[in-house]
Every structure is written in C-alpha cells, then in structure tokens.
C-alpha cells in the first residue's frame, strides 16, 4: 500500500509564546484546527502528530490517535521541521512495513488560516509534475528585500542587496515571494537524504494568498489573527 503521510509537528517550548498549540481561535485550539483541516484530504491516508509535552499530546488525543512521544533531541530549537519529519517517517515505516510512504506532508498548527484546499492543491502539483522533488507554500513579501539594510557595530548601514540596477519605486521591482510555512510536500525519498532547509533544486511553489498567510510565534500575530476572523475579512 502507498501512503501519503501527513506529520503535524507541534513544539511545546516556543520562546515566543509558551504551548501557543493551545491558543484557540473560535474556542478551537489551534491543533483542532490542524487535525480536523488535515482529515479533510482526499490524498492523505496517514496522520501522525509529533509532540513531547503531555499538556499537548492530551489536547491532540481529543481529535487523533497519538502512535508515539518525539525524542527528546528532536524538540529543542536546533531541530528542524525536517528533522522531525524525518524521524516520523523512519517511525512509521519501521512499524508498517507493508506501507510504502511516497510524499511526506508537514503542517505547522500555527498556520491556523490553511485549507484543505491548500493542502490538497500542494500535493496534486508535486503528484503532477514528476521532476519536483517539493512543493512549499509561499506568500509574497509585503516589503521590497532591495531596500533591507544591514549593520555593522558602529550601526554604520549598508544595502543588504547589492545590484548594479538601483530601483526607486515598489513598482519597479520583480515580485518576489516567501515561504509562508503553510504546507510543505516532499517525496519521502527525497526527505530521506534532504540536507539543509527548502527551497532547493526541484522545489515549486504553491502560492498562497497574503491574508491567510499568517505564522502565530508572538502574540501580535494571535492578536491579528483575532482581529481577522472578528472583522470578517477571513
């Protein structure tokens, strides 16, 4: 059987906001959220959910079976998204060995504004286009990165971009895209042996639109979050 693996990394110890899993929106956590979102899919037949905090897991056990507790050296701020999508993987596959795992789909519960859609839609274009080893979601940036300085001790500042072709107005610049956080599909292969972060050689983007291109890691965006759904404009 060949599966599509959904894994929703859930860290307890941000430094933003302590257990912001638990935020609710609408009286919903934000990992209800995820999980009822995720269990929409039409592509994804397997969902594991990867925490070390009992506060967390219990709030996760209200809506999915926990299959197992992340190690302890994969919940610290060194380890990456990667890097526990990696060990959900090799769990799995060491306890289904009659399941093949073809894409690895990792979804942030802090990304409260993503769809099934989005979800579905990620998918089907790394399914779709046999050269790309992942898709990410990406937003576009909503300041020019060409006008971005650096410092140096003496905050003396310099052009964080040097180009010979100087731009003077938003207009005139290329747009230029972010990875938002929303969605990350990888073939499991591919994640196996991946070194370093996304984007890479054979990544496409799945564009997700600005407004519902929030990360919650302080308590200014669960506020803008608030401020969205209360105003309707989400």
């Not at 299959?67 to 380890?79: C, G, H, I, L, M």
Request: a positive charge.
């Amino acid at each position: 059987m060949e599966d599509i693996l959904a894994i929703i990394p859930a860290r307890g110890g941000s430094k933003g906001i302590k257990n912001k899993n638990l935020l609710k929106l609408n009286k919903k956590s934000l990992i209800e959220i995820a999980i009822k979102e995720v269990k929409k899919s039409k592509f994804i037949t397997k969902i594991l959910f990867s925490n070390d905090i009992n506060k967390i897991i219990k709030e996760a056990k209200k809506f999915i079976d926990i299959k197992f507790t992340r190690p302890k050296k994969y919940s610290t701020d060194r380890a990456s998204s990667y890097d526990v999508a990696r060990h959900a993987l090799n769990w799995f596959e060491k306890n289904n060995k009659k399941n093949i795992v073809k894409i690895v789909v990792i979804l942030s519960p802090t990304t409260p504004f993503r769809t099934v859609n989005d979800i579905d839609g990620a998918i089907k274009k790394l399914i779709e286009n046999k050269k790309a080893t992942s898709v990410i979601g990406i937003t576009e940036t909503d300041y020019p990165p060409y006008w971005m300085l650096k410092k140096d001790k003496k905050f003396k500042l310099t052009w964080l971009i040097k180009e010979k072709k100087k731009y003077n107005s938003r207009q005139q610049y290329p747009k230029i895209y972010q990875p938002n956080g929303m969605v990350y599909a990888l073939k499991a292969d591919f994640l196996k042996k991946m070194k370093g972060i996304l984007p890479q050689k054979g990544t496409l983007g799945y564009f997700i639109d600005e407004k519902r291109s929030v990360n919650i890691d302080n308590l200014n965006q669960y506020d803008y979050c608030k401020y969205l759904i209360k105003s309707k404009i989400r």
